[in-house]
């Protein structure tokens, strides 16, 4: 699998907490790219995506998790490795 970016990650923490809900008529400008990005991760198996009325919602899969321990990880051994 390929190394997520920060965002991807940032996303999939999120996500751990609880679901993201992208709105069709959300007033941040990019409502859009962030629902491919997310598209994305759904492709990749991270996560999955339903509708509820109009929004989009994003979950974290037990692979999500699993690749979100790895790049959690991943990060504490190079800050480690750093100092």
């Known amino acids: 699998m390929s ?12 996500m751990a907490n609880e679901p993201l809900r992208v709105h069709p008529f ?10 491919a990005m997310l598209d994305r991760l759904a492709n990749m198996g991270l996560c999955r995506r ?18 979100l321990a790895k790049a959690v990880g991943e990060r504490a051994e190079s800050k480690r490795s750093a100092a």
């Open 3 to 14: 190394t997520l970016a920060p965002y991807q990650v940032a996303a999939l923490r999120f």
């Open 26 to 35: 959300s007033s941040v400008g990019n409502a859009e790219e962030v629902a």
């Open 50 to 67: 339903t509708l509820e009325g109009l929004n989009r919602v994003y979950s974290i899969t037990p692979a999500g998790f699993e690749t």
